[in-house]
């Protein structure tokens, strides 16, 4: 079974700033696809970004980027130049390249402040 | 991406009585899943629904408790029978949505987000 754990709960930085949680994950597939999910106090789950295992470059979209190491299983993301509206819950999610479903960690709660 | 409406959108219900909560996607997809996330606490998945059989209910999850209809490859229906006060949840549809080039990607509804008294 795939484990995925996010070891912060709870972040917070300042507009403009730069932060980086993190998530590690536990797997004997070779090949799978990462995600990262961002869920704002309205409960729609977004996707912010995807990266898949055999790729070995980092996934990027705009202020978003990851930092994929497959040997640690270690699968981060920063955000740049942070916004009020990055304020939400983000979810990091595992899913095998076999499977559709996701297995997702617990979730940490990001504050940006002014 | 697929686009996928979730109704409702939220409903207060009561106790002992079910509800069922429609999935429509935009453009037809083989499977469709539904998540329930339990206040303050990740998603979980309820069962995948092939459109043509049964849905496969994951353990914990039962079809008396949580029956699902795909009738088509765009539309399918979540009901949560029996409702009691641990119900409440945020119930959400999801899809796969194979990108041209480079394989799967899952997309949410709305959620609908259900509150039993």
């Known amino acids: 079974a795939q484990t995925v754990t996010q070891s912060q709960p709870e972040m917070s930085v300042q507009e403009a700033e730069t932060v980086t949680l993190s998530c590690t994950y536990d797997?004997?597939?070779?090949?799978?696809?990462l995600f990262w999910y961002k869920q704002p106090p309205s409960r729609q789950m977004i996707l912010v970004i995807r990266?898949?295992?055999?790729?070995?470059q980092n996934a990027t979209e705009n202020r978003f980027s990851v930092n994929f190491q497959k040997a640690a299983k270690s699968f981060s993301l920063k955000i740049s130049d942070s916004q009020l509206g990055d304020t939400a819950m983000y979810f990091c999610?595992?899913?095998?390249?076999?499977?559709?479903?996701?297995?997702f960690g617990k979730g940490t709660s990001l504050l940006v402040t002014p | 991406s697929a686009v996928i409406s979730q109704k409702p959108s939220r409903d207060i219900c009561q106790r002992g009585t079910s509800l069922t909560i429609q999935c429509q996607v935009d453009?037809?997809?083989?499977?469709m899943f539904w998540y329930r996330q339990q206040p303050g606490q990740s998603l979980t998945l309820i069962a995948t629904?092939?459109?043509?059989?049964?849905?496969?209910?994951e353990s914990g999850f039962v079809i008396d408790k949580f029956p699902i209809s795909r009738p088509n490859l765009t539309f399918s229906t979540l009901t949560v029978s029996n409702m009691s006060p641990e119900d409440s949840s945020i119930y959400l549809c999801?899809?796969?949505?194979?990108?041209?080039?480079?394989?799967?990607?899952?997309?949410f509804g709305e959620g609908s987000w259900l509150t039993v008294v």
């Open positions: 990266q898949e295992a055999y790729k070995q």
């Open positions: 999801s899809v796969d949505s194979r990108a041209s080039t480079s394989g799967n990607t899952i997309y």
């Open positions: 453009s037809q997809v083989t499977m």
């Open positions: 999610a595992f899913m095998t390249n076999s499977g559709y479903a996701l297995n």
């Open positions: 797997t004997s597939e070779s090949n799978y696809y």
């Open positions: 629904a092939n459109q043509g059989s049964e849905a496969t209910y």
